[in-house]
């Protein structure tokens, strides 16, 4: 008799037809579960492909006897309670790698959009506005020969560093730890504190991932030390940012422009944010090419095939984020 698995969201037919030869699968076609019906989904399941973005936490985990793995279908997994995972026994991952490039690639767009200010000018041409030359009216400024500034210097953060020397752009980065030398010179970036940086830079970029310590990592006296025209840009998670003190920040032109990808309570954004004509808000959908999601996909499914003991890395997923429960 084969494990029984859920997917919680639709999948690439594909992956499933992968995952049905190992495992009776169970699909959620409906709405995305609450937090009691996920409980009872998973009752009678040996494991879980997380790929809606569900709260995994105590109330879900707990006294589910089966359950022995929760593979998550994103690089991002601060939507589940590790400790929780682990009290409970339950192996988890997450899925880091497929969608960097895709990732790194909209944040160079989203910089644009906002630095040229194309959302607003598209806006203006569809509502029948162009009647002659529009002259200054749409002015932006350049992102080229511009100093950029990356908080967080992982996989993507390097990434989006490439992508500079394009763009004739300075690079500076702030990391919990200083990359190794050679990495330095490879992504031609160079380190600075915090406060430097924010000082420094002219286009900001968040690509560290959602912690306790780093959450309203920029509040209103980070904004107050970046430049005038300066632009914030988020493609990483929402708790980064005060978005209080960021909403006041753009109100006042105290900086000069932002994009945003996530937002701290998404799917409400806040609404300060809505209506600045000097803000780019788009929905969490950096990573969103079929190309970087079904490479998500497919390394929770090998997550998950290995957890369960089956497959060619039977007891070793390529990406615990809880090692310690390999070992139970």
């Keep these: 008799m084969k494990p029984k698995i859920l997917i919680t969201r639709p999948l690439f037919p594909d992956v499933v037809d992968r995952l049905r030869v190992y495992f009776d699968v169970t699909i959620n076609e409906g709405p995305r579960y609450s937090s009691e019906q996920l409980h009872a989904a998973l009752m009678e399941m040996d494991g879980a492909m997380i790929a809606g973005g569900e709260r995994i936490d105590d ?30 026994g339950i192996i988890g991952t997450n899925s880091p790698g497929p969608a960097d490039e895709t990732v790194a690639d909209f944040t160079w767009g989203l910089m644009i959009a906002t630095a040229r200010r194309l959302v607003e000018a598209a806006h203006w041409v569809e509502q029948g506005q162009w009647k002659s030359s529009t002259g200054s009216r749409w002015f932006g400024v350049n992102v080229c020969d511009k100093t950029l500034g990356i908080m967080g210097m992982g996989r993507i953060g390097q990434a989006i560093a490439r992508r500079a020397v394009g763009f004739r752009t300075k690079v500076i980065y702030y990391n919990r730890r200083r990359l190794d030398p050679a990495i330095e010179a490879e992504v031609r970036a160079e380190y600075r504190g915090k406060d430097e940086l924010l000082a420094e830079a002219d286009l900001v970029v968040l690509a560290m991932p959602y912690t306790a310590e780093n959450y309203h990592l920029i509040g209103a006296r980070e904004l107050e030390l970046m430049r005038s025209s300066a632009m914030l840009f988020n493609i990483a998670r929402g708790g980064l940012i005060d978005e209080v003190a960021l909403a006041a920040a753009l109100k006042e032109n105290r900086i000069a422009a932002a994009g945003l990808d996530v937002f701290e309570g998404e799917p409400a954004v806040y609404p300060g944010l809505l209506g600045q004509p000097n803000a780019v808000l788009t929905p969490h959908i950096a990573g969103g090419t079929a190309e970087a999601q079904h490479g998500l996909a497919e390394l929770a499914a090998d997550n998950l095939i290995a957890a369960l003991g089956l497959g060619p890395m039977a007891g070793k997923p390529p990406s615990v984020f809880n090692p310690e429960v390999l070992g139970r």
């Design 59 to 88: 109330a879900v985990v707990q006294g589910l006897p089966r359950l022995k793995a929760i593979c998550v279908s994103a690089a991002g997994y601060n939507n589940v309670d590790v400790s929780a995972l682990t009290r409970a």
